[in-house]
């Protein structure tokens, strides 16, 4: 599954996941709306939740990712031609958002929507990169597999409830 990024380029380069991972190859990045190609998009205000049954226009077109900054990633933002998908409720590893809700790094929402779709050894080539990466898998085992096991976007709504209730 091709893997795309369209960068804003508004972080810290040195804490930028998506550049990381250009460095050794396992996304591309793109610097304009035009060059991004409209696969499935991840896009927090989107109104579908992300579920299995995206996955084969993800294959077909790609999965894309807005690396920017979280004071900026406001809906306006998010104006790729695709398929918006939100990611249902998911902790973060990373060392700036540790244990927050929701509050995911451009790699770590690249991988659980990989982990979504059937795709975990891609996820973790992707997280292998970062010395917190398989804190992600760990720390999100449970409901990304659960999320996994899915039909469609309605029942990992539902199951996303369960874990927003605690």
């Given at each position: ?76 933002r998010f104006s ?87």
């Amino acid at each position: 599954m091709d893997v795309h990024v369209r960068y804003e380029g508004d972080d810290d380069p040195e804490k930028c996941t998506a550049r990381k991972l250009a460095r050794f190859d396992l996304v591309s990045l793109h610097r304009s709306d035009r060059a991004t190609p409209p696969g499935v998009v991840l896009n927090p205000h989107a109104e579908r939740a992300l579920s299995p049954a995206d996955a084969a226009i993800a294959r077909e077109n790609g999965l894309v990712a807005l690396d920017c900054s979280w004071e900026s990633a406001g809906e306006k933002r998010f104006s790729l031609d695709g398929d918006h998908r939100a990611l249902p409720y998911l902790v973060a590893a990373n060392p700036v958002n540790f244990g927050r809700p929701m509050q995911l790094t451009t790699v770590e929402a690249l991988a659980a929507a990989l982990v979504i779709f059937g795709e975990k050894p891609h996820a973790e080539r992707l997280l292998a990169k970062f010395t917190w990466g398989e804190t992600f898998l760990e720390l999100n085992e449970e409901p990304l597999d659960r999320y996994a096991a899915c039909a469609d976007s309605a029942e990992v709504v539902e199951i996303q409830g369960e874990y927003l209730d605690r």
